[in-house]
């Protein structure tokens, strides 16, 4: 049985673009980690946040050159305003604090009116460091799954929180995903940059069914996932998947009609394993127990791989009528339901608070497709949802390359959010959130000079992290390494920090 339906090939309604970027700096704490961040590159929220778009009571201005410091010095003085930071190589760009009850709006006026400023301007709100790729229906909003601000009646957040994750990780080019599935179109424009190469002949995978290396789709489905997986970020064209750059492996074992045999997947399966594939998705499934099939996903975990698997569009609950292989239980294998853009479980979606672990986006879904080499279009199904799932443990994969699989999913469990509609649905009760499940690192101030730096960086326990410092923000210099805590959190002081008169920070991944 398949797991994704075709819903529509059609052109989704183009929403209108704010194409608005500007380039601004985040005055955190003082001394405490900052970040250089650019305003979300998205299209226009039909619910705009109640929250002000700018800080209350700070502006940004860069002096002309030609106006000497102290008359900019009276003017501030007068103006009752407080010079917060100076940038010395953009231009002695400065950030000002507002005197109590002044307005953002008039004060930028005012320094405007002066001649003594280049620019005045208001501190810019931004909701999240992201980055964002140009591909067009990213930008356009159809992809609520990776970026959901409310449009199309969504909810807002409803969404894998794409961007943020992509701040840390884009592209998993080291890792091999097997698509067990119909094939891949893989002359695709959106694909074709993307896909797994055999050594030897250039081939995409394996076509179990007649036993060549012809993947070619010829039903649909394997295409789509291969979309939501891994197409082609930030070129300009069509979609983008999870992952930016990974290699996409084709394993053909469903007809075109979408059937197929057991037999086949286990070949498809040790194909993958042989050929170096990590996570393996299997979008499809039926009632019947294969001993056959679980011995060979439990015989891949010796190879560290990863299986995700979909729950079922019957609207069950798998708890009482399995459904396989998602009712598995092996713990290198993950099984997804699909949710919607409320955040609910989609209406069709099999669910089972002790049989299926998360749910991922599945409804309306947009994606690559087979009929032609730019054709795009939208499918539901929890095979959706697993392709979201496959993406992520890309990323993670990626990022710890020698991790134990089990850690790999539990970082994936632990990472959901929890919304009430999952709760008694799946055995995390939420939805995949990428970039909770992704390792980094936050670094906070406890305490600031004229004391010693305090700081605790924040991030996966047991892992190992890098501080780096910088009085400039372009050369880092590493100050320590440790592990964190079982809690996740290394705490450090830096006793150099009292001789300098500024100090950023901030944390990676120990290589
Ligand atoms: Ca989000
Ligand atoms: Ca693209």
Redesign the pocket.
């Known amino acids: 049985m398949l797991l994704g339906t075709n819903q529509s090939f059609g052109r989704a309604r183009r929403a209108r673009l704010n194409v608005r970027t500007t380039l601004r700096f985040v005055a955190a704490l003082c001394f405490a980690c900052v970040a250089v961040r650019a305003f979300p590159q998205q299209p226009r929220a039909p619910v705009l946040p109640s929250t002000p778009p700018f800080h209350p009571n700070r502006i940004l201005v860069m002096p002309r050159p030609e106006v000497a410091v102290d008359t900019l010095r009276e003017f501030h003085t007068a103006q009752q305003t407080r010079v917060l930071r100076t940038f010395p190589r953009v231009g002695y760009m400065q950030v000002l604090e507002l005197p109590e009850g002044d307005s953002v709006p008039e004060a930028v006026a005012r320094y405007q009116q002066s001649g003594l400023v280049e620019f005045a301007e208001a501190d810019y709100r931004v909701s999240a460091a992201a980055t964002l790729p140009d591909d067009p229906r990213f930008l356009d909003g159809t992809l609520w799954a990776l970026?959901?601000y409310g449009q199309n009646a969504g909810v807002p957040?409803a969404?894998v929180?794409a961007p943020e994750a992509w701040d840390v990780l884009h592209s998993a080019s080291n890792v091999i995903v097997a698509i067990v599935d119909s094939g891949i179109r893989y002359t695709h424009e959106d694909l074709v940059t993307n896909l797994w190469r055999h050594p030897l002949d250039g081939s995409a995978g394996l076509n179990a069914l007649n036993g060549t290396t012809n993947v070619w789709d010829d039903f649909g489905h394997g295409t789509h996932l291969a979309g939501i997986i891994g197409a082609a970020g930030n070129n300009g064209k069509g979609v983008v998947g999870v992952t930016w750059r990974i290699q996409m492996m084709a394993c053909k074992f469903l007809d075109n009609r979408g059937d197929g045999s057991n037999s086949d997947a286990v070949t498809c399966i040790e194909f993958a394993r042989s050929n170096g594939a990590t996570v393996i998705n299997l979008s499809w499934g039926g009632n019947a127990f294969s001993a056959a099939v679980s011995n060979t996903i439990r015989a891949a975990q010796s190879d560290g791989i990863l299986f995700t698997a979909a729950a079922g569009n019957n609207a069950r609950n798998n708890d009482l009528t399995p459904f396989y292989p998602a009712n598995l239980a092996l713990n290198n294998l993950v099984s997804v339901g699909a949710s919607t853009r409320q955040d609910g479980v989609w209406s069709v979606s099999s669910y089972g608070a002790g049989s299926v672990h998360l749910f991922a986006p599945g409804a309306t879904i947009f994606s690559t497709t087979f009929s032609s080499d730019s054709s795009y279009g939208n499918m539901n199904g929890s095979s959706m949802a697993t392709a979201y799932v496959s993406g992520a443990l890309a990323l993670l994969r990626q990022q710890s390359p020698a991790a134990p699989f089990d850690e790999l999913v539990g970082r994936l469990f632990s990472a959901v959010d929890r919304p009430p509609a999952f709760a008694g649905k799946c055995v995390t009760g939420g939805r995949l959130n990428l970039l909770k499940a992704l390792d980094r690192v936050s670094v906070t101030a406890v305490a600031e000079p004229p004391l010693p730096m305090q700081l605790h960086l924040n991030g996966v326990p047991n892992h190992s992290y890098v501080l780096l410092a910088s009085t400039n923000l372009s050369h880092w210099t590493a100050l320590a390494t440790n592990t964190a805590g079982p809690e996740g959190v290394w705490s450090f002081t830096d006793l150099q920090s009292t001789n300098l008169p500024q100090r950023f920070y901030r944390g990676i991944p120990a290589p």
Do not use: G, K, P, Q
């Open positions: 970026n959901n957040d969404d929180d």
